[in-house]
């Protein structure tokens, strides 16, 4: 076992190793294109870079909070809610990011690492109303270890920032919960804070298992197939970023635009009708950004144009002789961003008076993940994920 391996391991014990199923994965025919480079650079200044701007801005969230519950404390509440708030869509916004693009420590484990920073569509409110009456009434028999990703993550900071109704959301009454009153927003801030703290220490660990000084993650994908790293080979690497990047299949063009429009099935039941159960930030009605970010996030890695500029697919498709794919691929992505800029910035007003803007960017994502499935796949010679249907849904 390689040194990049084994420190990899100690920071994440619960998270399973590095390599998952990639010798299964086969290896292209030599072709002269660089893998190695490629993953190199996306894992340095690409991926990378996200991991370390969350967690930076993730550290951020908890004093915000903390400042809001003592103002909510001397009655002089100001402008430290909507401070709170602001700093939670930055931290969620880089998560966006990062969450485009879900390889190495975050996905292992079934992404366990994932679901504990950022749980949705999980989240359960009523779970959450339970903790905000027990945590307040008794601080010290709340641990957060013990708590379900339905309860914890950045949604249920959401929820208890963005959350104004009086009402609980369980069948019957959670144990202290009518005792609260007017403490209620309080409560929710408390919580919040708790909950806040956890995941920037998630997003300081997640950092960590990927920096070439910690579980060098980074390392792990750019010597694919050396000594060092425990992944078989450059092209099994390449297919670990490749399966990342159909995010945009499921949860961007299925869930956050199909499913919340009414284009695919949905929990409401409805047909070319929004489902707003359906939504992601609902409460605090940013899905627009969300879908924006993870389409300029997938335009990074395709490209390879981040901070630095360096190789991508777009190159690896060159180099294996399909420079016309590459092209238009690029295109495709760049469409579907410029349809997501075209969205109101409130993604409800666009559900309920610009819905055709929400129809048009999810036919735009629709072309990016039609080729995925089919040229992109086929010319590289990767593997679809095995949760990603192939029938051009």
């Known amino acids: 076992m390689g040194m990049r391996t084994a420190s990899l391991l100690v920071i994440l014990v619960a998270c399973g190793n590095g390599g998952g199923d990639d010798d299964q994965t086969p290896d292209a025919p030599t072709d002269g294109f660089d893998r190695n480079a490629m993953l190199t650079h996306l894992a340095t200044h690409v991926m990378l870079p996200m991991q370390a701007e969350f967690a930076q801005t993730a550290a951020t969230l908890p004093a915000a909070i903390d400042a809001y519950c003592d103002a909510l404390e001397a009655g002089t509440v100001g402008t430290t809610l909507s401070d709170a708030k602001t700093v939670w869509n930055a931290t969620i916004d880089k998560w966006q990011r990062a969450e485009a693009l879900l390889v190495g420590p975050a996905a292992m484990d079934n992404k366990t690492l994932r679901d504990k920073i950022y749980g949705w569509p999980l989240l359960t409110s009523c ?13 010290g028999s709340y641990d957060i270890s013990l708590k379900l990703v339905n309860a914890r993550s950045l949604a249920a900071v959401e929820y208890l920032l963005y959350a104004t109704a009086t009402a609980h959301a369980c069948l019957a009454t959670p144990a202290g919960w009518d005792a609260l009153g007017t403490n209620l927003p309080l409560a929710r801030c408390r919580l919040a804070q708790v909950i806040a703290t956890d995941v920037a220490a998630q997003g300081a660990v997640l950092e960590t298992a990927w920096r070439a000084d910690g579980g060098d993650y980074v390392g792990e ?13 450059a092209q099994a690497a390449a297919n670990e970023v490749s399966d990342a990047m159909f995010f945009v299949d499921t949860m961007v063009k299925d869930m956050k635009l199909g499913e919340a429009a009414g284009i695919t099935i949905n929990v409401c039941g409805t047909v070319d009708e929004p489902c707003l159960r359906e939504v992601e930030h609902a ?19 395709f490209t390879g144009t981040a901070a630095v ?31 997501a800029n075209a969205l109101p910035d409130s993604y409800l007003t666009a559900l309920a008076s610009d819905y055709a803007k929400v129809v048009a960017t999810h036919t735009a994502v629709k072309e990016i993940t039609d080729n995925l499935k089919t040229q992109f796949v086929t010319l590289l010679n990767l593997e679809i994920p095995d949760d990603v249907a192939t029938d051009n849904d």
């Open 127 to 139: 779970n959450l109303d339970r903790d905000t009456a027990s945590q307040f009434a008794d601080p």
């Open 221 to 233: 994908l750019g010597d694919a197939g050396n000594s060092g790293s425990s992944i078989t080979s």
């Open 283 to 301: 409460l605090s009605d940013r899905a627009s950004f969300s879908i924006r970010t993870n389409l300029v996030a997938l335009r990074e890695v």
């Open 309 to 339: 500029d360096g190789p991508g697919f777009d190159d690896f498709l060159i180099g294996v002789g399909h420079a016309e794919v590459a092209e238009r691929m690029t295109t495709l992505i760049d469409a579907a961003i410029a349809a």
